[in-house]
Nanobody, 127 residues
Framework: QVQLAESGGGLVQTGGSLRLSCAAS????????MGWFRQAPGKEREFVAA????????AYADSVKGRFTISRDNAQNMLYLQMNSLKPEDTAVYYC????????????????????WGQGTQVTVSS
């Protein structure tokens, strides 16, 4: 059974840092692009960051560019999101996802290219 399990969320003050982890099990994802998404209360799930199969290419939402860093360890089947300089508007449930393609999905409907999803981890940034 394929599972993605996020961890590392929590409560942090404005300007603080958190590192999210996503452990994949059930099958390797070393040939798949992976990504992080987030969903705040009353809002749609939105793209945060993505990384291609090898880790050489990354993409970020404008709102997190320069503050968040996505990385992966294919040997360990792990995905990470380092979040620095956190802001209250970063408060959301964060989800990791595995794509059906090797390259980073692009476009407004990119979320449709992600087949596997974790249950999410809550990140709360206090002002």
């Amino acid at each position: 059974q394929v599972q993605l399990a996020e961890s590392g969320g929590g409560l942090v003050q404005t300007g603080g840092s958190l590192r999210l982890s996503c452990a994949a099990s059930g099958r390797p994802f070393s040939s798949n692009a992976m990504g992080w998404f987030r969903q705040a209360p009353g809002k749609e799930r939105e793209f945060v960051a993505a990384i291609n199969w090898s880790g050489r290419n990354t993409a970020y939402a404008d709102s997190v560019k320069g503050r968040f860093t996505i990385s992966r360890d294919n040997a360990q089947n792990m995905l990470y999101l380092q979040m620095n300089s956190l802001k209250p508007e970063d408060t959301a449930v964060y989800y990791c996802a595995a794509s059906v393609v090797a390259g980073i999905p692009l476009g407004s409907d990119r979320i449709r290219r992600y087949e596997y999803w974790g249950q999410g981890t809550q990140v709360t940034v206090s002002s």
